[in-house]
């Protein structure tokens, strides 16, 4: 199975807690027949590891074997700054994931399938529209285009394949090392800065690294409110009455809202 959605899993990238949770579930129950987790929605490439049973990088204190990754492709909108960009993946229907798992020392999974490599190209926009470059360069502004590669994983990551472990190793070297995460961030945006506020650049290397909400708010060290205020640019959260129901809004805040009792958000849901 190859799941296409929009938005990715995990409060980072705006899907909120308890879909995110379930989704967890559904990704760990179906793991040996999911080949690949494709979204969008960020604008800039990125990724989200998923771990054993629903788990997460360090639960009870035991770290979990990555299960599966969900990848978040550039959009083909130069929305905010970024350059129109496309991904081909490639997959291998017949992969074995067991040697995964067995490098970490637990039972063999079934085989199972999986992005195996994927190109990203971009479209140079200084060369088409009118731009001064283009003027310069006598370029008119319709007629043929020309898409740059931009980078072929897993090769020009330095890394061996694209399985879960893998995609670990490049998650933990962006949560310890900010140089690391700046230079990833850009290359998945196609050598532009990130589109997002500061905050969420600040919590990228968490957000790809952890789709459960504590552990993300753990890694990140912020409460949810916090977070999100962070994650949004904005320094108020009434902006969310905009983008989901009340009840899922005091579902959430009640408990931390000034002024209110615990039983006053109990009467309220």
Not at 17 to 44: C, K, M, N, T, W
Not at 122 to 127: C, E, I, Q, R, V
Request: hydrophobic fraction near 35%; proline fraction near 5%; include cysteine.
């Amino acid at each position: 199975a190859v799941i296409i959605g929009h938005i990715p899993p995990g409060l980072w990238s705006g899907c909120w807690g308890e879909y995110s949770e379930q989704y967890e579930r559904v990704v760990s129950e179906f793991e040996p027949v999911i080949a690949a987790q494709l979204y969008g929605h960020d604008h800039s490439g990125s990724f989200r590891l998923f771990y054993t049973g629903a788990g997460d990088a360090d639960d009870d204190g035991k770290k979990q074997r990555p299960s599966s990754v969900a990848y978040a492709t550039p959009s083909l909108t130069p929305y905010k700054n970024q350059l129109p960009s496309f991904r081909v993946y490639d997959l291998d229907l017949d992969q074995d994931r067991s040697q995964d798992s067995a490098s970490d020392g637990e039972a063999e999974l079934p085989a199972s399938s999986g992005v195996v490599q994927f190109k990203q190209y971009y479209l140079d926009l200084s060369k088409y529209g009118g731009s001064q470059k283009a003027k310069e360069a006598k370029e008119e502004a319709d007629g043929p285009i020309t898409w740059f590669l931009s980078f072929t994983a897993p090769q020009s990551l330095g890394l061996p394949d694209l399985a879960p472990r893998s995609w670990r190793f490049v998650a933990d070297k962006l949560v310890s090392n900010a140089t690391i995460r700046d230079d990833f961030v850009k290359l998945g945006a196609n050598g532009r800065a990130m589109m997002g506020s500061e905050g969420s650049l600040r919590t990228f290397a968490c957000g790809v690294r952890h789709v459960s909400s504590a552990r993300l708010f753990k890694c990140s060290r912020q409460n949810e409110e916090q977070f999100i205020r962070d994650y949004t640019g904005i320094q108020h959260t009434y902006v969310l009455t905009t983008l989901f129901s009340f009840d899922v809004i005091f579902d959430q805040f009640c408990s931390s809202m000034a002024g209110f009792l615990p039983e006053d958000c109990a009467n309220i849901l």
